[in-house]
């Protein structure tokens, strides 16, 4: 769970200061930059598996094009910045295992990760550069600054104590050596011995493992994979690896799959009827035979609050083409296959089923979720994904895991019905470098008097009318044509009509 990051010279983001909650919905105008955040934790998650230019390759360029490794940094006119940086604090699972099987216990469960990555030019003319490791530590968190960390509103006597726990008297996990100098060329980055959570006995800083940056194709992090030497940070690297992006495709939900097919839903919302088949069929072995379809009805019970005529939710399987087939039965018991339901059904399906699944744990992002919902039925949507995240008013286990959602959105249908405490506002911003040179970047403003506004760095606040005026665009539209003595679009439009006039604001 991420609870506060700090991102410098990532694409159109150049100084960006933003604390987190369980949840938090990104609003804005097209264009401004809210997917960039997105592309930046999908980075980072990208960064815990795999190399630097392959974690490059992963994040889309401009225009949702694959680009070079130049395309993630900054630019400004035509001119790029040569470093990019990061800075994640963290609460993570206390327990989990290693690539061979291995349990592994974390030393502590609130961290803070590091990394500075420089591009550097090649010799060569045909070729596009690299991303070279300047800087990484990951750092343990006080736990008596908690207060001060955690600002979200949680109950500190339940979830809190449940969620961050342990404590480190060894100093940083991963540590950057010398800290000083301008060049990578002499930086070592080290990865300290670390003998997991439990006892104080068993705790060790250790010499470890030294690595030279300039030489390295991944971050140290990534390394990371054994319960014993390094638990914590593997457990960091499992919580990032966990961070994912869901932009989910009508086409992908509607598709059958084979019986062998992945039994996880995808990021384009794919496997949708062999994840459900799983959900039921695990449960089922461990207990009683009714309990498959239990689970199909709670799904049905959940997609009634977006269509009224649901009987039941099902998984048809095909034993002569060993197909499986996700059907919604009418109450006149047509069952209708994924193929003819609708966009809005399809992608309220997907959520609800991320929200039954246990094995989904970690950060969910997620982009325009109103997409095909009727306006009607958005904060039946909205309570879906708010259910998604974690209760911090119950003590953490597995119906309440460490879960975290955030969506972005353009639609003040939605921003109207989220809770003011987790909205935050995206804007362009100018800004002028020290260069004295003017461009744009993105800025995240929050509502006053909210745990957001009381933070210490003192975050921007959104104004009453540029609130108001992203809550009411027609009619903002319509008083700056007035100002400026122009008509307004020829014709009566419906909401011209004198009985959806809110009162007061009939025109005379």
Not at 161 to 185: E, Q
Not at 368 to 377: L, M, Q, S, V
Request: glycine share 8%; net charge neutral; charged share 30%.
């Amino acid at each position: 769970m991420i609870t506060r990051m700090k991102i410098s010279g990532f694409k159109n983001i150049v100084e960006l200061d933003v604390r987190f909650g369980p949840f938090t919905c990104i609003a804005g105008a097209n264009g401004v930059g809210k997917s960039n955040l997105f592309d930046a934790i999908t980075f980072l998650s990208a960064l815990a598996e795999k190399t630097f230019i392959e974690a490059a390759m992963y994040v889309r360029g401009e225009g949702g094009r694959t680009a070079d490794v130049r395309h993630l940094f900054h630019r400004n006119g035509d001119r790029y910045i040569d470093t990019m940086s990061f800075e994640v604090e963290m609460i993570i699972p206390s327990e989990g295992t290693d690539d061979y099987g291995q349990t592994a216990m974390a030393s502590i469960t609130s961290l803070r990760y590091k990394l500075v990555l420089a591009y550097r030019k090649e010799n060569s003319e045909h070729s596009q550069g690299r991303i070279e490791l300047f800087h990484e530590t990951l750092e343990p968190m006080k736990i008596g600054e908690a207060n001060r960390n955690f600002l979200f509103e949680h109950k500190a006597g339940t979830w809190r104590k449940s969620a961050v726990k342990g404590r480190r008297s060894g100093g940083a996990f991963i540590s950057t050596m010398p800290k000083d100098t301008a060049s990578s060329a002499d930086k070592m980055i080290q990865m300290h011995q670390d003998k997991g959570g439990g006892k104080k006995e068993n705790w060790s800083r250790g010499s470890g493992r030294s690595f030279r940056a300039a030489t390295l194709p991944r971050t140290v992090l990534s390394s990371a994979t054994n319960a014993v030497e390094s638990p914590t940070a593997l457990l960091v690297r499992r919580e990032m690896q966990a961070w994912r992006l869901l932009q989910l495709e009508p086409s992908a939900l509607r598709k059958p799959d084979e019986i062998t097919a992945p039994r996880r839903l995808g990021a384009d919302g794919a496997h949708l009827p062999a994840t459900l088949h799983r959900l039921a069929g695990e449960i089922e072995k461990n207990a009683d035979e009714n309990t498959a379809s239990q689970v199909y009805a709670e799904l049905a019970n959940q997609l009634s609050e977006l269509i009224n005529d649901v009987q039941k939710v099902q998984v048809d399987r095909d034993e002569k083409r060993d197909l499986l087939t996700l059907e919604v039965v009418d109450r006149d018991g047509t069952a209708h296959p994924a193929r003819s339901l609708s966009d809005g059904t399809l992608r309220f399906l997907a959520l609800s089923i991320l929200g039954m699944d246990r094995e989904e744990k970690g950060l969910l992002c997620l982009e325009e979720p109103e997409n095909g919902i009727h306006p009607e039925r958005i904060p039946a949507m909205l309570r879906l994904l708010q259910n998604i995240a974690t209760d911090t008013d119950k003590e953490l286990g597995a119906d309440n895991p460490l879960n975290q959602v955030i969506i972005n959105t353009h639609s003040p249908a939605v921003v109207a019905q989220i809770p003011d405490h987790s909205l935050l506002v995206a804007e362009s911003r100018e800004y002028v470098d020290r260069e004295g040179r003017r461009g744009k970047g993105l800025s995240l403003s929050c509502l006053d008097k909210t745990w957001r506004s009381k933070s210490e760095e003192k975050p921007r606040i959104i104004s009453k009318g540029k609130l108001l005026s992203y809550l009411n665009p027609i009619e903002s539209r319509e008083e700056e044509a007035a100002q400026k003595n122009e008509p307004s679009s020829a014709g009566r439009r419906v909401i011209d009509r004198m009985q959806l006039m809110l009162p007061g604001l009939v025109q005379k």
